[in-house]
T-cell receptor, first 110, second 116 residues
Framework: KQEVTQIPAALSVPEGENLVLNCSFT??????LQWFRQDPGKGLTSLLL?????REQTSGRLNASLDKSSGRSTLYIAASQPGDSATYLC?????????FGKGTRLSVIA | ETGVTQTPRHLVMGMTNKKSLKCEQH?????MYWYKQSAKKPLELMFV???????ENNSVPSRFSPECPNSSHLFLHLHTLQPEDSALYLC???????????????FGDGTRLSIL
């Protein structure tokens, strides 16, 4: 059974700082991995999807990497802004469509 | 603007009530999903439908009954719920069932359900 762990559980940084969110998963037989953000009281917004054959994906200030063999993914956020404040969730997909971690709650302080 | 719309946004019901949650997607997707998000727990997959057929039931109690009349609509019928069923219920869709496709899932904003 796939299990997903996200570290840290919460993070508070000053505006402008670069930061890294970590995700680990126990079953490396995945098809892809998605990173989402969730704002309070809202649904999930897809940020990046990395296919199992890929090492990384980039979108604007976001860069996600995937090391499938070691069961790890990281989300790098450059030049953080207050608008980045949200909970970030990673979810690998394989035999089970998406398995979620508990997320990292990010606060970017102006 | 989300392509996945969920109604109602909030629902308060007693344990003996019957109610339904509705999800509609305007993205032309063929797979739809129900998730449960409880406080301090990861999102839990409940049901998966692919081309209107249920492909997964993640050991969900029978007091939750899904219905998928077509690829654009998904319902979750609720009956005799328990206080521990209070949660945010999220609907999602994707082009095909995740795991068979590298297209992302798109989520609605959820229904906040409170059981009295």
């Amino acid at each position: 059974k796939q299990e997903v762990t996200q570290i840290p559980a919460a993070l508070s940084v000053p505006e402008g700082e670069n930061l890294v969110l970590n995700c680990s998963f126990t079953d490396s037989a995945i098809y892809n991995l998605q990173w989402f953000r969730q704002d309070p009281g809202k649904g999930l917004t897809s940020l990046l999807l990395i296919q199992s054959s890929q090492r990384e994906q980039t979108s604007g200030r976001l860069n996600a990497s995937l090391d499938k063999s070691s069961g790890r993914s990281t989300l790098y956020i450059a030049a953080s802004q207050p608008g980045d404040s949200a909970t970030y969730l990673c979810a690998p997909s394989g035999n089970t469509p998406l398995v979620f971690g508990k997320g990292t709650r990010l606060s970017v302080i102006a | 603007e989300t392509g996945v719309t969920q109604t109602p946004r909030h629902l308060v019901m007693g344990m003996t009530n019957k109610k339904s949650l509705k999800c509609e997607q305007h993205l032309g997707h063929n797979a739809m999903y129900w998730y449960k998000q409880s406080a301090k727990k990861p999102l839990e997959l409940m049901f998966v439908y692919n081309f209107k057929e249920q492909t997964e039931n993640n050991s969900v109690p029978s007091r939750f009954s899904p219905e998928c009349p077509n690829s654009s609509h998904l319902f979750l019928h609720l009956h005799t719920l328990q206080p521990e069923d209070s949660a945010l219920y999220l609907c999602a869709s994707s082009q095909e069932r995740q795991g068979f496709s590298n297209q992302p899932q798109h989520f609605g904003d959820g229904t906040r359900l409170s059981i009295l």
